[in-house]
């Protein structure tokens, strides 16, 4: 195991540390309390400065102009961009559109790659990717019901998606649609690209989050496909392939969340600590860490998020070393605790700041809204514990 870091990125690592909290932490009050329209421009001012600083795009492909980093050193990247809610879109990493990079990267025609990939690296557009419905189990897609029937030249697609991140503004989908209903469960659908201004692709409402509806690349739209017609020239790899493609996506996605909520935790921690020895409690000036409670809660959740970073860059070594699929059981464990370190992080410190930890003057209430999903998408907990305990047990039994 080798977590080494070369001297070149440990140099990376501190200009992204130095930007995040000298240009970008002190643009969160405005996130929190501005328009998005405001906020859009400061955000392009601040991704114009990272492309001058030649940090643009770090895990994207060399050849479409990012930095190409290895998923152990993207992952230290996305802690360190992960200490604020606009760190990985002002370095255009960003979820969706990074897991979206990877796959038409990887399987994207040479047509396809200069239509789609090359612009969405260079943040000149965004995209969504749409696979789950309203009305069947996300937990399970083999379920899916949206159809996309060939005609012609083309496939035309129907059905009701929802939670498509930042479909508001995308300029195009990766939609996952039923193209062989009569194939074995797992060969039944594809991926397929659908311009977002094409007849027929709805965005019905941005889903209201937790009180929140959100807007451009922070919402979570409904779009209803109606006879939305796309040359079959917009098939992403194989007929059949959806699913292996699907999980080439999630594999690498979890080490960026991962390692995004490892810097969520961190900033949480630090923000606890800052409030603990400021805030005094009683007449002789003792303040809140002074009382126990709180030392145990710091020295545990530092414990915690120690570990849960090892585990995490454990998995990204094996993922760059031995590939995604012989680090499934490394994947899952880090999926569901990881998830749960940084939310017990986030709970602890809110409790700290007392009635401020739930007002909007501090990051952690928008963090506690929008981080909750952390144990329901890219694989529900539940779903993880189950797999990675069911291959433990049989490893064992043989
Ligand atoms: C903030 C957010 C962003 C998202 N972004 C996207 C996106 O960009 N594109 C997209 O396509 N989707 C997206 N999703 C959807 C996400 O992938 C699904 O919510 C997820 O797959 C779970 O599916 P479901 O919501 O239908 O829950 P269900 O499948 O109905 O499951 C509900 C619950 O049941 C339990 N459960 C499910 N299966 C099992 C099992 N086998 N054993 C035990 N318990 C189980 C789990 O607790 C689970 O949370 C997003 C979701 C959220 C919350």
Redesign the pocket.
């Known amino acids: 195991m080798d977590f080494d870091v070369s001297d070149e990125l440990q140099t990376m690592l501190e200009m992204i540390t130095s930007f995040i909290n000298d240009e970008v932490i002190p643009l969160e009050g405005e996130f929190l309390h501005g328009t998005p329209e405001e906020l859009d421009e400061q955000v392009r001012a601040l991704q114009g400065k990272v492309r001058q600083m030649g940090l643009w795009a770090p895990n994207h492909p060399v050849e479409f102009g990012g930095l190409g980093l290895s998923m152990l050193e993207h992952g230290l990247v996305s802690e360190a961009l992960g200490r604020s809610p606009l760190g990985h879109i002002v370095f255009g990493v960003q979820?969706?559109d990074a897991g979206n990079v990877e796959i038409l990267h990887a399987h994207a025609t040479p047509d396809q790659r200069e239509r789609f990939l090359r612009p969405l690296v260079a943040g000149e557009i965004r995209s969504?990717?749409?696979?789950?419905?309203?009305e069947?189990?996300?937990?399970?897609?083999t379920l899916l019901e949206t159809t996309a029937t060939k005609d012609g030249d083309d496939y035309v697609i129907n059905g009701q998606?929802?939670?498509?991140?930042?479909a508001d503004g995308a300029a195009f989908a990766i939609v996952?649609a039923v193209t062989d209903p009569d194939a074995p469960p797992h060969r039944r659908a594809s991926m397929i690209i659908v311009p977002t201004d094409t007849p027929g692709f709805n965005l019905v409402r941005n889903v209201s989050?937790m009180g929140h509806a959100g807007a451009g690349h922070a919402s979570?739209g409904e779009v209803s496909y109606q006879s939305c017609r796309v040359p079959q020239t917009n098939l992403l790899g194989d007929e059949g392939e959806g699913f292996a493609i699907a999980q080439e996506r999630l594999g690498p996605g979890r080490i960026h969340h991962c390692m995004r909520w490892l810097g969520i935790a961190d900033r949480a921690l630090e923000l606890l600590c800052d409030r603990a020895n400021r805030r005094v409690i009683t007449a002789d000036g003792e303040t809140l860490a002074d009382r126990q409670v709180i030392q145990h809660w710091v020295a545990e959740l530092d414990a915690d998020i120690r570990s849960a970073r090892l585990l995490t860059l454990h998995a990204a070594w094996m993922i760059d070393t031995v590939g995604a699929k012989a680090a499934r059981n490394e994947i899952s464990a880090i999926k569901f605790s990881v998830a749960d370190t940084m939310l017990r992080s986030v709970d602890r410190a809110i409790q700290v700041h007392g009635a401020l930890g739930v007002t909007d003057d501090t990051v952690l209430a928008y963090w506690y809204r929008?981080e909750r999903?952390a144990?329901?998408?890219?694989?529900?907990?539940?779903?993880h514990k189950?797999s990675l305990g069911r291959r433990l047990l049989r490893a064992a039994a043989t």
């Open positions: 979820a969706p969504c990717f749409s696979m789950t419905e309203p069947t189990a996300g937990s399970n897609p998606k929802w939670f498509t991140s930042s996952m989050v979570h929008h999903a144990r329901i998408y890219d694989g529900a907990d539940e779903v189950t």
